[in-house]
Nanobody, 125 residues
């Protein structure tokens, strides 16, 4: 089956870093747009970062700009979200998603066809 599996989440102190990974199974990510989304309790799901399949065009939410970096390794069929200078407000369940069209629009959910199960990131001292 087609799957995206996130890993790398956990508990981290403010100011530290985490790298989330998203491994694809059952399909290749080469021509897919990739998005990272997060949802905190009581809040709407938000697009954190997105990257297109070809030119590498990227989007970052204002709240993470300068701290997070999205990347892809097509050879490994894996995408990453490097999260630096983490803040308590980054606490959320993080989801990766893949869009077959290869492009993202507003880094929003409708652009993506496949979703991972989510991984918890908790930033606390």
């Amino acid at each position: 089956q087609l799957q995206l599996v996130e890993s790398g989440g956990g508990l981290v102190q403010p100011g530290r870093s985490l790298r989330l990974s998203c491994a694809a199974s059952g399909f290749t990510l080469d021509y897919y747009a990739i998005g990272w989304f997060r949802q905190a309790p009581g809040k709407e799901r938000e697009g954190v970062s997105c990257i297109s399949s070809s030119d590498g065009d990227t989007y970052y939410a204002d709240s993470v700009k300068g701290r997070f970096t999205i990347s892809r390794d097509n050879a490994k069929n894996t995408v990453y979200l490097q999260m630096n200078s983490l803040k308590p407000e980054d606490t959320a369940v993080y989801y990766c998603a893949a869009g077959q069209a290869g492009l993202y629009y507003y880094c929003s959910g409708p652009s993506f066809d496949y979703w991972g199960q989510g991984t918890q990131v908790t930033v606390s001292s």
